[in-house]
């Protein structure tokens, strides 16, 4: 498991100063980290953390979906642009 710095991450977002292109899914594994060291102090705060927890998992999987659908209408998209080109030929 790679070691991310949420502070520099955070700063450097907030700042504008990234010049890595994070993703979606560098955010949702940060908020996994960040939510995995989180130690609660009571039953209210153990069941909230758990609800965040499944929440985020989600999250993660409409996002993946979204991802998949996002994919494949890039492939039609460049058949359609192929097509249309063969087309004005």
Aim: aromatic letters at 6%.
């Amino acid at each position: 498991m790679s070691n991310i710095d949420l502070r520099r991450m955070t700063r450097r977002f907030v700042m504008g100063e990234s010049k890595d292109n994070y993703n979606v899914f560098t955010y949702i594994q940060a908020l996994q980290e960040t939510l995995k060291n989180f130690r609660p102090k009571s039953k209210t705060e153990s069941r909230r953390l758990n609800i965040a927890r499944d929440q985020l998992k989600e999250i993660k999987r409409h996002t993946r979906k979204l991802q998949n659908e996002v994919e494949l209408l890039q492939e039609k998209l460049v058949l359609l642009e192929e097509q249309v080109g063969i087309i004005d030929e």
